[in-house]
Nanobody, 123 residues
């Protein structure tokens, strides 16, 4: 599948933003989907994931309670709703697809990655 994240932008601390992940080729309904982020000069870190049926979700401790991952398989879309944004959330956000749910937090297990969406949170 070809993935593309969108919806990034410049916001102020405390604001909300919703990222979308779409595919231009293939279907997302067969894949567990994850979101990762990479801050400038830092590694790529797990943010959130949702299973292929949209039933199971997991989050990193740093975003738990502020971010919500969801999907609409009918529209072939995955979303990341980000509330109460903090300057430390500033990063490029990537959506990705992984075949096995138990590896949802493991970036090396993801088989397809989209181009990232830059989120900048000013204080």
């Amino acid at each position: 599948v070809q993935l593309q994240a969108s919806g990034g932008g410049l916001v102020q601390a405390g604001d909300s933003l919703r990222l979308s992940c779409a595919t231009s080729e293939g279907t997302l309904s067969n894949w567990n989907m994850g979101w990762f982020r990479q801050a400038p000069g830092k590694g790529r870190w797990f943010v959130a994931a949702i299973d292929d049926g949209g039933v199971l979700t997991i989050y990193s401790d740093s975003v738990q309670g502020r971010f919500t991952v969801s999907r609409d398989n009918g529209k072939n879309m995955v979303y990341l709703q980000m509330n109460s944004l903090k300057p430390e959330d500033t990063a490029t956000y990537f959506c990705a697809a992984v075949p096995v749910w138990r590896y949802a937090k493991v970036s090396s297990k993801y088989q397809h990655w989209g181009q990232g969406a830059l989120v900048t949170v000013s204080s």
